[in-house]
């Protein structure tokens, strides 16, 4: 007896050992999500399988999204900029952040993003969870700490509940915002525009300038927005007017390489009527500014997007095609999506 | 912590057995003794002292003096392509910082815990040119290895779990998050070139993305971190004394470096830079490349024991 005693007295001191006592997590019935995925999407980003949506990590997060004590003198949220009557983008040219600071690019709509492979203009992150400490350090942005919000989180006292209900404890941390907000990220599917239900048979059909759109479309704008996603997730330099500040050298800030100065993610078009303007730091005030750019004409680089080049640095429009391609992309706005 | 926890199992023990010897409580009470002490990580080597690392930004063998656009007493250099230059910020991080024993035996110092073993030095605040390595064992040290910058699996900041130092890089004086990318700035400097002091703005991070510390996994980006080896003069024997070593940063280097001689101009003396291939070439000229060049700028002028 007094063997076993001593031998557990030395496991237990050993035990202590440890900085921390384990401690079993509660059960709480907090049942997985499903992603509806829609027909012909590409493969989820890898990292969803890492952290599948949960039914109080969604909750979570959508509250943490909207939470404007996340920002320094809580004045901004998530929402502030990704607004969902926007199809979580905004119609600012370029981002306004904490006492009305303008950041470097135009607000990206967070839409379908648990189908991308990279975020932001440049694809700097390539999952979603390594994201939101972007925004929350930025100054120009919301120009706070993770260990400021932290604090501000625990003082409220009904988050713990929240964490409790999503991950098992109340211990708020870094990884647990960070993974609650992508969840939440992951169920912005949008697929339910015109053009989703022309194509699922489900009654609708393309006007006959929308029809026409869809043809130019196919011949003249494909081969970069293309997928079910209007994009090919590529980056490319387009010849746009570019941003002059110092701060911007496109996708090569990220990889170094020259080739990819000024190259930006090509971006989805879902959603597009919602987003004006248009261009990386909102160049373009309407989708007819943009199409009359590419059709008189773009800055030419040695970088110059290789398709662009062999059509004499233009997409040569008459005006009829630019009509019908506007009707078209606004066949893929989802109404329902953006809540209205 | 621990204390309490002993107490709990000794009474939790007197209440299962009430019985219970004195001996076998001594006994108890030895092993609570012996496992308090394997709880501790230094008792191997009970005698230790300090190492001050004390660095000495030069250009060439003149100690920098800041100063602004027009200053008369900032120190001027001159680059290889004839460019006349100077600094009115210079800053830069060191971590991961190894010291190496006459027989080749490696002592890493707090290397996974910037709190404990990464600063910033800040050529604009004296006591930051010195570092003060703690409790290191006695012995005879012939080599001395650190990091310029953060490696890529603690770059990340991370707030949680290193406070102080994200504190110490982040202050508004100090500026060294590069917020965009989530790590550190690892070189900041701010300065003047040109007869007509055109600006010169120079900072170096990484970007890389993948798993930290896994590299297969980077699929993009620039790794900017770079390991420094550098031989001591004389071995520091850290006994009764605690040796002071001093470390020359020749940022005439900057320019004029080892791998790369850069003339600055437009497209690479402000941020811009920060795109492109450009920095990896002043990363390369201030912390070598990695493999024929494993010192950079650095070298060290004296070891005092």
């Not at chain 2, 504190?167 to 300065?191: C, L, S």
């Not at chain 2, 470390?247 to 492109?276: C, E, M, R, V």
Request: charged residues 20%; contains cysteine.
């Amino acid at each position: 007896m007094k063997k076993v005693l001593l031998i557990l007295s030395i496991f237990l001191l050993l035990l202590s050992c440890n900085r921390e006592d384990i401690i079993e997590p509660m059960p709480y019935d907090n049942p997985e999500i499903p992603l509806n995925i829609p027909h012909g999407f590409p493969p989820l980003n890898p990292s969803v399988d890492g952290n599948r949506p949960t039914k109080y990590g969604v909750e979570l997060g959508a509250k943490l999204f909207n939470e404007k004590k996340i920002s320094g003198n809580n004045t901004i949220s998530c929402s502030s900029c990704h607004n969902q009557s926007s199809a979580f983008a905004d119609n600012n040219v370029q981002a306004i952040g904490i006492h009305g600071r303008v950041g470097l690019r135009n607000t990206p709509p967070i839409q379908n993003l648990a189908f991308m492979k990279f975020y932001n203009w440049d694809g700097n992150k390539l999952t979603l969870e390594s994201q939101p400490l972007v925004p929350i350090i930025t100054q120009e942005e919301m120009n706070s700490s993770i260990m400021e919000v932290i604090g501000k989180l625990r003082n409220g006292g009904e988050y713990r509940e929240l964490f409790r209900k999503a991950f098992g404890d109340e211990n708020i941390t870094p990884d647990r915002i960070y993974r609650s907000i992508a969840q939440y990220e992951y169920t912005l599917i949008s697929a339910n525009s015109k053009y989703d239900k022309v194509k699922r048979n489900e009654g609708e059909a393309f006007t006959e300038s929308e029809a026409r759109g869809y043809q130019v479309f196919q011949q003249k704008c494909e081969s970069c927005h293309s997928t079910e996603l209007f994009t090919d997730q590529s980056f490319r330099n387009v010849g746009f007017p570019p941003n002059t500040s110092t701060e911007e050298a496109g996708r090569a800030r990220v990889t170094g390489i020259p080739a990819d100065y000024m190259s930006f993610r090509v971006p989805s078009l879902r959603n597009a009527e919602y987003t004006a303007p248009y261009g990386s730091f909102g160049q373009f005030p309407t989708l007819k500014a943009v199409l009359d750019y590419f059709d008189n004409g773009v800055l030419d680089a040695d970088n110059l997007d290789p398709i662009l080049k062999e059509n004499g640095n233009r997409i040569l429009l008459i005006e009829q095609e630019k009509e019908d391609i506007i009707s078209f992309i606004k066949t893929l706005s989802d109404s329902t999506f953006v809540g209205k | 912590m621990i204390k309490i926890i002993i107490k709990g199992s000794i009474l939790h023990q007197k209440t299962k057995n009430s019985k219970m010897k004195t001996s076998t409580k001594y006994s108890i009470l030895f092993v609570a003794i012996s496992a308090l002490i394997s709880c501790s990580k230094d008792n191997d080597n009970p005698v230790a002292n300090n190492i001050t690392l004390h660095f000495n930004n030069t250009f060439k063998n003149t100690t920098i003096v800041l100063g602004d656009a027009a200053s008369s007493t900032a120190t001027a250099n001159t680059s290889a392509e004839g460019q006349i230059h100077h600094f009115s910020e210079l800053k830069y991080v060191v971590s991961n910082i190894r010291l190496v024993k006459a027989d080749g035996s490696e002592i890493p110092y707090n290397i996974s815990d910037l709190d404990k073993g990464a600063t910033v030095v800040d050529h604009s605040k004296a006591q930051t040119l010195d570092y003060v390595l703690t409790n290191i064992p006695v012995g005879e040290y012939r080599q001395f290895k650190f990091g310029l910058g953060v490696k890529p699996e603690l770059n990340t900041l991370d707030e949680a779990r290193f406070p102080n130092f994200y504190a110490q890089a982040g202050a508004n004086d100090t500026e060294m998050h590069w917020e965009w990318g989530t790590g550190y700035r690892f070189t900041k400097i701010e300065g003047f070139y040109d007869s007509d002091h055109k600006e010169l703005s120079i900072h170096t991070g990484s970007t890389v993305e993948g798993t930290n510390g896994e590299p297969d996994t980077y699929t993009q980006g620039v790794d900017a971190y770079r390991d420094i080896t550098l031989t001591l003069p004389n071995n520091a024997v850290v006994g009764r004394n605690a040796p002071r070593i001093t470390i020359n940063a020749d940022f005439d280097k900057l320019l004029s470096g080892k791998t790369n001689t850069i003339t600055l101009g437009a497209g690479n003396a402000t941020p811009s830079i920060h795109t492109a291939a450009n920095m990896v070439l002043f990363v390369d000229n201030l912390g070598g490349n990695g493999s024929s060049d494993i010192s950079g700028m650095f070298s060290v002028s004296s070891v005092e024991n």
